[in-house]
């Protein structure tokens, strides 16, 4: 066996030797002959440096494929990035957009003149918390304009607000009574304090929704004569001579004198709480609940039309003149009371546009007819 693993390799070192023996090269320019001999040596030496360059050579590529790769991996992982950074903007532009359509969806409602708050308030713009990128700076001029829209509007609210809690006050009602409890808004009040609410749109709403409710408030404010036909004026209210007793007694009301079925007029908005007879000096009473504590009375008719639990509208007939109960002649005994107590009706009847102007005042004889409760318990019946 050893003998034949010699032999073997004697083989291949002979023919190993024989690829390299040397050899004669001839050379002939046209005049001479030329020989050259090329060693083993030689022929050794430039096989392996050929070698060394083909395995450079390979090196090299590998090298240059594998940077290739790396350098095909960055870019597209830059690009990846620039995609995801462009799908960013677009959706920051998508989003401004559905905001400023929200926040003219908001103001066209408001501006619109019949808003409901509860819709208002699940329409309220919410804070703008995304950067503007170059998408979305086409919406800045939009997105000013609506800007500009809303401050307008507050402002407009405002002085609206200010002008009618003045006419308010003037009657000796203080403004906040209509926006207590008993307006039902608590929701639509406790929805705009979200912090995520935009603070701008959120103080328009409040404005509004405040501004709303005076308004509404004010339909309950007794704001029409309750005669369309000329009456006298005979007696006014507060501290009179009873003209049954002939001594000092407090008057609830005003009476304002014509002939009997002279047609009576709701004043303002209301429930019918009561058309009843009533002993306590009223006669035929109608007496009309208009909400936020404001009541109406009207006494001594000869005929009661309202009926209990009915809804009437300002100007709605309710009843017709008389001298019922204690009266001394046909007028109409008419009453504002707020939270049960009795106000002079005369500043409801003049006051500024909110108000029809007081009948002209006319002078009668001497037996004016005179009338209404005593000026004892009886007079704040209920």
Known sequence: MTDLLQNTNVNVAGRFLNLFKPRDIFLHDGKSLRRF????????????AALVLLAWSAFATVQAIALMNGDVAQMQRQLARMEASVAAMRDQARSHAELLERRQEFLTRM??????????????????RFPHNALSENYAEVDGMQQALAEQARDVTLQRYRETARLVRQLGINPARFHGAATGMGGPFEAVDADNADPRFRELFVSWRRLEQLEQGVTAIPSAQPLRTSSNFTSGFGVRSDPFRGRAAMHGGIDLAGPVGTPIYATADGVVARSEWNSGGYGNLVEINHGEGIQTRYGHLSRLIAQPGQRVRRGDLIGLMGSTG??????????????????NPIPFMQSNDMLVALQQRSQGPADVALGGPSGGPAAGSR
Do not use: C, F, K, N
């Open 111 to 128: 501006l619109s003149g019949d808003a409901d708050a509860d819709q208002l308030a699940s329409l309220l713009p919410e804070l703008e």
């Open 326 to 343: 204690r009266s001394t002649g046909s007028h109409l005994h008419y009453e504002v009371r707020i939270d049960g107590r009795a106000v």
């Open 37 to 48: 001999t090329i060693g083993a040596g030689i022929q050794m030496s430039a096989a392996l």
